[in-house]
């Protein structure tokens, strides 16, 4: 019994599958960050243009 419980605490075969899993993770919350951040600025420069277009459409009627 002793002898199967230090193999098992020696054992490091699933070690890779939680480092991949770790590093997936933290793309995905960066991805996450960056694509909420994109958002934002799209919808300044959206909003901006959309100003824009009806100043001019105002101006031209």
């Not at 699933?14 to 934002?40: K, P, R």
Request: net charge negative; proline share 0%; with cysteine.
């Amino acid at each position: 019994m002793k002898k199967q419980i230090i193999e098992f605490l020696r054992d490091e075969q699933g070690q890779d599958l939680i480092e991949y899993t770790l590093l997936m993770a933290f793309v995905c919350l960066t991805s996450a960050a960056l694509f909420i951040g994109a958002g934002n600025s799209v919808s300044g420069i959206w909003t901006a243009t959309n100003s824009q277009l009806t100043a001019a459409n105002a101006s031209a009627s």
